[in-house]
């Protein structure tokens, strides 16, 4: 027992010494098991009785919506406050004489706001995916088994807390969901809707990425950047993807300057790092 002693004066040292220490019970970071719970949470909600068995006449659903949403609230509301906080702390944001738990009520009051329209723009996705894919029997099919169509489910969500200035969360709830799905989408993308990943496996989107409407991807694309130097972190570094793409398999397409023009077809395996006009056609 000597030896384990000694082990654990030694790894409480190098605690000290080395951080990496998440206080959990003050206001410090976000949970990643919270937030799991969370996703898992605003997924019932997006999807009524699609991930649990609940009945979903209309009056049970209205019940059983207003006990999720007053259940999940104060939660989603801790770990943003928690979120906001570390911001603040690390000179990235200033929540004002309020404090972050106020700011932190305000964001959390317009996402559930904001749900509805989400759903809208789901909806267009789930089109896009049932139209887009012959496999495809029904809806139902695509939101109990597409990982594409989960991945971009979880990103809607993840979107709308990067917008907000929330750190921390959006990047877990995306993390969570590739891990999962095996599909990379950053927060920070800017995706029109109707828009379909058909398989998904190894797809890559990056911060700065802009899509437009009624773009399809198949697995192993990467929408990425030319440089990964810490200095450009601030920059747009990685494409536009303009309305109407189609983009084949292990498609790579780089840089913050380059724009594939609406209506283009990007074969697979192709190499991209300049921009490609309206209507084209692109094959290795």
Known sequence: ????????????????????????????????????????????????????????????????????????????????????????????????????????????????????????????????AVRGDPAAKSSNEVILSYPGFQAVSVHRIAHFFWTRQVPLIPRMMSELVHGRTGIDIHPGADIGESFFIDHGTGVVIGETTVIGRNVKLYQGVTLGALSVKKEESNRKRHPTIEDDVTIYANATILGGETVIGCGSIIGGSVWITQSVPPGSRVSQ
Not at 45 to 52: A, D, I, M, Y
């Open 1 to 128: 027992m000597k030896r384990l002693d000694k082990s654990i004066e030694s790894l409480l040292e190098n605690y000290e010494a080395y951080g990496m220490v998440n206080h959990s019970g003050a206001i410090n970071l976000p949970g990643r098991e919270s937030v799991d719970s969370i996703v898992r949470s605003l997924e019932e909600l997006l999807f009524p009785g699609f991930l649990e068995n609940v009945c979903t006449d209309r009056e049970p659903l209205r019940k059983i919506t207003m006990e999720k949403v007053n259940k999940l609230s104060p939660v989603l509301r801790r770990e943003v406050e928690k979120s906001l906080a570390f911001s603040v702390r690390h000179g990235a944001l200033n929540c004002g004489h309020e404090g972050c738990g106020a700011v932190a009520a305000l964001v959390v009051e317009e996402f559930f706001e904001e749900l509805p329209r989400i759903r809208v723009i789901l909806e267009k996705d789930l089109e896009a």
